[in-house]
T-cell receptor, first 116, second 111 residues
């Protein structure tokens, strides 16, 4: 059972466009939602993260939107650049209930290609 | 800033051999996690340690074992290797079970 469902599996966006990746979760104990960026052969790198007490968080061109009632969150990449081409993973964890011991539950990933 | 250090970066083994991967967490981080990532797959949680004690186990085969030492570095031992064990193995660390920071990974190829 995939506790964090991510879509789309792959995405092609023109340079300068907006890339949008969506995730949905089941476990209401989740209270920490990070996004990781991974380049081929490299480790996942923390991009941006949100807690459920806010509905949006923005860092530069990257924005997380969070809908607690719908149990959904999404990553928006504004002015997408070829260097953003990578695999993006959403994830979730239940930190406040001591669930951090097993780390993160990852989505299946989205392979993003930004065309010049 | 110091990051999570993993070694070796690449490892080639034959079937039924044994492999050991090492992980040095970010200084002062108290939790270490091991993940396995197959080609085109998301990282799968294997095992974690908090303050040198095993904290939780995920989908780790019985052929695998791990431990965390007094200096907080961790080792993942894999025995009776199978072709299906070929993957990227990531170590991550965190402080107070907060944000996870990943290493560059160790690529294991089993022939």
């Amino acid at each position: 059972q995939q506790q964090v469902k991510q879509s789309p599996q792959s995405l092609i966006v023109q340079k300068g466009g907006i890339s949008i990746i969506n995730c949905a979760y089941e476990n209401t104990a989740f209270d920490y939602f990070p996004w990781y960026q991974q380049f081929p052969g490299k480790g996942p790198a923390l991009l941006i993260a949100i807690r459920p007490d806010v509905s949006e968080k923005k860092e530069g061109r990257f924005t997380i939107s969070f809908n607690k009632s719908a149990k959904q969150f999404s990553l928006h990449i504004m002015d997408s650049q070829p260097g953003d081409s990578a695999t993006y993973f959403c994830a979730a964890n239940a930190l406040s209930s001591g669930g951090g011991a097993d780390g993160l539950t990852f989505g299946k990933g989205t392979h993003l290609i930004i065309q010049p | 800033a110091a990051g999570v250090i993993q070694s070796p970066r690449h490892l080639i083994k034959e079937k039924r051999e044994t492999a050991t991967l090492k992980c040095y967490p970010i200084p002062r981080h108290d939790t270490v996690y091991w993940y396995q990532q197959g080609p085109g797959q998301d990282p799968q949680f294997l095992i974690s340690f908090y303050e040198k004690m095993q904290s939780d186990k995920g989908s780790i085969p019985d052929r695998f074992s791990a431990q965390q030492f007094s200096d907080y570095h961790s080792e993942l031992n894999m025995s009776s290797l199978e072709l299906g064990d070929s993957a990227l193995y990531f170590c991550a660390s965190s402080l107070d079970r907060g944000e996870l920071f990943f290493g560059e990974g160790s690529r294991l190829t089993v022939l």
